[in-house]
Every structure is written in C-alpha cells, then in structure tokens.
C-alpha cells in the first residue's frame, strides 16, 4: 500500500462527514458496531430471486420496511424493467469486496460486471426518487476506488434498499463528483470539532443531538416522537 493511501478515507467516515462532519468527529470517538438488524437486511440483497415470488407467509418472516405486496411489487417492477440490472444484482461478480482506492477505501457489498460498477447495500429508506445525498458522496467513492483498482473509468454505481425491494443507479455526474470531492476535503481539513449544522432536518434524527447541544424543546421533543 502506498503512503497515500494509507491516508485513505473510509467509505462509512465519508458517508457521514457528507451527512455532516461534525457527526464524523463523535462517531470517531465512539464504538461502532453494525446492529444485527443491519445486517439482516443487507443479507436480503443476496437472495432476491427467492424474494421476489415469495407468499406473505414467507415474507412476514423477513425484516421488511414496506407490506409484502408492496415489496414484492418493487421488485417485480425491476425484474421485468430493467433485466440487465436484475441479472447484475442478482449475480454479481464478487459480494463483500474491499476496495482500495487513491483517496478512500471501504467494502463494496457486491461488484457487479459488464460494465464493472459497485453496489451498496443500505439497510435505510430510500428517498422519493435517487439516493440521499450521504449515500451519494460514498457511492462516488465506491466507483472511484473500484476505477482506481481496475484501471478504467467506472461511471455509475448501484444502491440497493432490500428492505423496501428498491434499487436505483448513481451516474458520476460532475455535480456527484464535486460534492466527493468537498466531502473529502471536509475529512482531511477536520482537527477538531466542526460547527453544528443547526439543520432540523439532518438534527432531529442524529444520535449525538444530545451530545452536541442542538436539541431543541420542540413540540415534537417534549412529546417524544
Ligand atoms: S446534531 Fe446536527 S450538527 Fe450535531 S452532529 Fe448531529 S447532524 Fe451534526
């Protein structure tokens, strides 16, 4: 490994600076460990084609974010849309692969072929149409570094939503890259704490609110939803 890259980023670290790099600062104090949950939904990314025509009985059995139809439906949608995605997933060329790239590293949960791309698996929700911002920035990192290993351009990447039977492409669009590339310089620049974002939107659901002194009373809070 070279000296640069011993300096590389961790996909997760980037993922979360991109969320907000004050977050990055306490989750690097902290223990972190994936909750089983997380993993039971991500391992649902390995076996769609025995989802995909699966009964309600069978479905009430698996970490599901949405009704059994619904999922089943998404999936479905997929398969007969899009069936050269369909088979990349569903047969990719390598799961669980570490990538190392120039500026970050990390696993990529599948490595899908012709063309090469990487393919996240996110236990969470998929927003309305794309992927959250977050999950951007590491799914550029992800492409990058699978380029950087292979020697070619890798121009998309893939998020999957197991648990709502959602999968959608990421193009590396200028914009994409360029929000990388702020992300990384955030890490690389970060020596102490960063500033609170004072975002309710981003505030409100992060695990270090207390900690970082941005809770507010709201009436959401007192009422503790
Ligand atoms: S509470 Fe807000 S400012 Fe503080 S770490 Fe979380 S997202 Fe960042």
Redesign the pocket.
Known sequence: MSAENSQSIAFSDLRTAA??P??LY?ARRGEREVPPEVLERREMAFRYPDLVDAPDAVLADEPLAVSPRRFRENLDRLRSRDPDLWAAITDPEAREVLLEGRECRGIAHKVLADPPRPSLVSAGSPPEDGVWEPRTVHAVAAAKALAWERERPVETAVVEYPAHGVVRTVDLTTRRKAAYRRTVRAVRSMDGPPP????DA??DP?E??DE?G?RTRTLRSLLGG
């Open positions: 969320y907000c004050r977050k306490y609170r974002l004072r975002d981003k505030c992060c270090y609110a970082c941005v």
